[in-house]
Nanobody
């Protein structure tokens, strides 16, 4: 079993930065992989970045070079550092996890259906 709780969202102007955090409460010694997703009103949930249990990251093309996913195993916390934010980054951001070393999508961010555990989300709003 696992529980996830996001924090760090907010409102910023274009070009600004935010760091999202996802606190993990896990009741298992099994390895797990994680990801950040986002969902804007009227749009489907899309994967932004993923990280394998060994720390290998993958990113959606539109955020490469701007977003960085990382994990602090000692603190059981997942992060998403977002720089040079754009209005199109506005969405509710969710962290997700699955008990697996990786979901095996060949360098692409896995789809949402691959993850069992989800947080409640944190809102990110970027104004122009």
């Amino acid at each position: 079993q696992m529980q996830l709780e996001e924090s760090g969202g907010g409102s910023v102007q274009a070009g600004g930065s935010l760091r999202l955090s996802c606190a993990v409460s896990v009741y298992s010694s099994s390895n797990y992989c994680m990801a950040w997703f986002r969902q804007a009103p009227g749009k489907e949930r899309e994967g932004v970045a993923a990280i394998d249990s060994d720390g290998t990251p993958t990113y959606k093309d539109s955020v490469k070079g701007r977003f960085t996913i990382s994990k602090d195993n000692a603190k059981d916390t997942l992060y998403l550092q977002m720089n040079n934010l754009k209005p199109e980054d506005t969405a509710m951001y969710f962290c997700a996890a699955e008990f697996a070393d990786a979901l095996g999508y060949g360098g692409a961010v896995p789809p949402a259906r691959g993850y069992t555990y989800w947080g409640q989300g944190t809102q990110v709003t970027v104004s122009s």
